[in-house]
């Protein structure tokens, strides 16, 4: 069975901290995993997608890693920011071939930024 | 960027009530969208997969005669949850996908909408 596992599942941090959230998947076969950041009643917005060849992308202040081999992922913020208050989803997208796959969620990291 | 838009945001009615929700994509074509639900402190949970000009594909567990999926056109599909009740209360997202992505589709994001909050009284 597929399953997506964050830790930790919330998180409070000073105003200018840097933060790592972490994803671990049992997710086959591997087609990407991305990084979604949920704002409180709003949709998911993706912050980063990694595909199984990346070991580290960056998006402003975000930077994800991917290790394929031990299938764990990780979001690290720096410097921040009271606006970076959410919930931080890891979705894991499985391959399940002719052109459809299966997204796999986590149930995300609520991280709360305070001055 | 591609936007999708979710009407109405919040929704509360009585027990029995038939709720529609719809999903728009309003500046791409999105052969497939997707319905899904999120408990406090849970994750997405798909519900079904909205195919235009095709039935919609369910999820296990998901009664279809419950919520009803329409996907009329390229742009616009709607889920209408019947007879609601009490636990029927949940916060309902729809996605789509960018219609044409081809062998690379899965690495196009899924653009959410911004829920609908539906309680149930």
């Known amino acids: 069975k597929n399953q997506v596992e964050q830790s930790p599942q919330s998180l409070i941090i000073l105003e200018g901290k840097n933060c790592t959230l972490q994803c671990n998947y049992t997710v086959s076969p591997f087609s990407n995993l991305r990084w979604y950041k949920q704002d409180t009643g709003r949709g998911p917005v993706s912050l980063t997608i990694m595909t199984f060849s990346e070991n580290t992308k960056s998006n402003g202040r975000y930077t994800a890693t991917l290790d394929a081999d031990t299938k764990q992922s990780s979001l690290h913020i720096t410097a921040s920011q009271l606006s970076d208050s959410a919930s931080y989803i890891c979705v894991v997208s499985a391959d399940s071939g002719a052109g459809s796959y299966q997204l796999t969620f986590g149930k995300g990291t609520k991280l709360s930024v305070i001055p | 960027g591609a936007v999708v838009s979710q009407h109405p945001s919040r929704v509360i009615c009585k027990s029995g009530t038939s709720v529609k929700i719809e999903c728009r994509s309003l500046d791409f074509q999105a052969t497939t969208m997707f319905w899904y639900r999120q408990f406090p402190k849970q994750s997405l949970m798909l519900m079904a997969t909205?195919?235009?000009?095709?039935?919609?594909?369910?999820e296990q567990g998901v009664e279809k005669d419950k919520f009803l999926i329409n996907h009329a056109s390229l742009t616009l599909s709607t889920l209408t949850v019947t007879s609601a009740h009490p636990e029927d209360s949940s916060f309902y997202i729809c996605?789509?996908?960018?219609?044409?992505?081809?062998?690379?589709?899965?690495?196009?994001?899924?653009?959410f909408g911004d829920g609908t909050r539906l309680s149930i009284l």
């Open positions: 909205s195919n235009e000009g095709s039935k919609a594909t369910y």
């Open positions: 996605s789509a996908r960018v219609r044409g992505t081809g062998l690379f589709g899965s690495n196009q994001p899924q653009h």
